[in-house]
């Protein structure tokens, strides 16, 4: 139901069991949880905060668990800081945190991290407005949208796709 404030109300609790299990990762996905709640809220700094402690939290502790599912929450992590940079003014900032997590996500292989690398940073080319760029990293998205049938990610790449087709004036 998308009740994010709800979930806010979650957030101490899951980042203090987090704490008393004494695992990094489990504590590292609370931060995580903390950060994209808040992002959905609009409260990009606090949102940056959670995520970057996510990630220091990830990246000395070891592995996350999520590797286990497909995805590695550095990417995850970074490619949010990247929309969060977006959102409080840092244009090129986000940029560099975008291709930080695209990097990575090629540097680990797991194929739902880089389709969520490249849909990030598609949109924030868009957002950018920069259609040539975000042409080409959406359509890599959707190719591996397609040969993996990650559909939320398809429908992101196509209206990516489809802005920058527009932008370049190839339609019409």
Known sequence: ?????QSMRQVPETIDLARRIGEPALLA???????VTTFHLGAFQTARDWL???????ESGGRYHSE???????????AYIGHCDWHLGYPDRALNMANEALS?????????????????????YQFRREPDAALKTA???????????????????ALVRAWAIAEQGRIG
């Open 52 to 58: 970057h402690r996510s990630l220091e939290t990830g």
């Open 139 to 157: 359509e890599e998205a959707r190719g591996l949208c397609q040969e993996y049938r990650f559909n939320y990610y398809a429908a992101w790449s």
């Open 29 to 35: 996905e609370a931060y995580h949880f903390a950060g």
């Open 68 to 78: 286990v599912y497909g995805i590695n929450m550095g990417v995850f992590c970074r």
């Open 1 to 5: 139901r998308a009740d994010l404030r």
């Open 104 to 124: 990575l996500a090629r540097e680990v292989s797991h194929p739902f991290s880089l389709t969520l690398a490249l849909a990030y940073l598609a949109m924030l």
